[in-house]
């Protein structure tokens, strides 16, 4: 009896991971900025920088995007907000998989039409692709945060380039501009705003990059702001691979994941 007890709170916890809807981020910091820049490698010309600024009413991240330098072949090239800083030694790699706090997956494409299912962090799959030598654009993504204690918060991450064949050509991590000011303060925590601290952008790395003797460029030990600590809920942990449970993720799989709980603790109650 017991052994079915566990194997039912086993299952009904695993669909309880399940993906569920990113929600639109509205409470971001009125101007808060983060910017990632490539650091130039030598012998390539690729360039490019993601900035993302608190949208207006504090509703998503206005992003800005330029690249330039792309090779002649190889795309439509993609780029996303990985899970990870990039690491001390500028590989890619380290950036590990997209954010994607809401359990999206990396196995279904992005629905351009339906962006709140995406992953957060799948940037070009909800704003576009791009197959040219230089590519701008300008938009809004409202399941994005500046918010550091929102599961979406991008500030401490990293940006990756990729080749369609998903192949990371470049890679950096944002880096605080400003962090903006919260209008709002529940529970008398307030966020300490800096609106002015300029962090050098050169503070990037990229994969594969040639070590430069002396100083990799990189410091992994950014200043962020400091609002307190979040009690709930936490933001996806770069060192763990297992999925973080999201109050919003239970409820939308009542059916499937309520329905075993009920069993499991009907079985518990009957022993
Ligand atoms: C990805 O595409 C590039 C350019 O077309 C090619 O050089 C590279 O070998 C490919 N990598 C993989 C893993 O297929
Ligand atoms: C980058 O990291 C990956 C995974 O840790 C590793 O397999 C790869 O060899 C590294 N590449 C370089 C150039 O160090
Ligand atoms: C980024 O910042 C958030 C909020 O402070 C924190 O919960 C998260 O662990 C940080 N992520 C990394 C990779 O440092
Ligand atoms: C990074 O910053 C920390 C703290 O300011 C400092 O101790 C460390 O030496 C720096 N590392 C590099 C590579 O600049
Ligand atoms: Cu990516």
Same mark, same amino acid.
């Given at each position: 009896m017991l052994v079915s007890v566990l194997s039912l709170l086993a299952a009904a916890s695993a669909v309880s991971a399940q993906s569920s809807t990113a929600p639109v981020?509205?409470?971001? =910091?009125?101007?808060a900025k983060y910017v990632a820049t490539l650091p130039q490698k030598a012998g390539s010309s690729l360039a490019g920088s993601i900035e993302g600024v608190t949208a207006a009413d504090g509703k998503g991240v206005k992003f800005t995007v330029h690249f330039s330098g792309l090779p002649a072949t190889g795309g439509p090239f993609m780029y996303h907000i990985h899970a990870k800083p990039v690491p001390a030694d500028g590989n890619c790699t380290g950036t590990g998989a997209h954010l994607d706090p809401y359990h999206y997956g990396e196995e279904k494409a992005c629905d351009a039409s339906k +962006?709140?299912?995406?992953?957060?962090?799948d940037l070009s799959g909800k704003h576009g692709k791009f197959d040219t030598n230089e590519f701008s654009a300008e938009y809004t993504d409202l399941y994005s945060a500046t918010l550091p204690t929102d599961p979406a918060f991008f500030g401490n991450l990293s940006f990756v380039l990729h080749l369609a064949? /998903?192949?990371?050509?470049g890679c950096a991590n944002f880096h605080m501009v400003s962090a903006g000011e919260t209008t709002s303060e529940p529970c008398g925590?307030?966020?300490?705003?800096? +609106?002015?601290?300029a962090l050098p952008s050169t503070m990037a790395s990229s994969g594969y990059a040639v070590p430069t003797s002396g100083s990799t460029g990189y410091n992994s030990t950014v200043p962020m =702001?400091?609002?307190? /600590? =979040?009690?709930? =809920?936490?933001? +996806?942990?770069?060192?763990?691979?297992s999925p973080v449970e999201f109050p919003g993720a239970a409820s939308k799989v009542a059916g499937g994941a309520g329905a075993l709980f009920a069993a499991a603790a009907a079985a518990i109650f009957a022993l």
């Open positions: 981020v509205a409470d971001n =910091p009125i101007g +962006p709140e299912i995406c992953q957060t962090g064949n /998903k192949t990371r050509i925590f307030s966020t300490s705003a800096s +609106p002015t601290l =702001p400091t609002a307190g /600590k =979040p009690s709930s =809920p936490s933001a +996806p942990s770069a060192s763990s691979t």
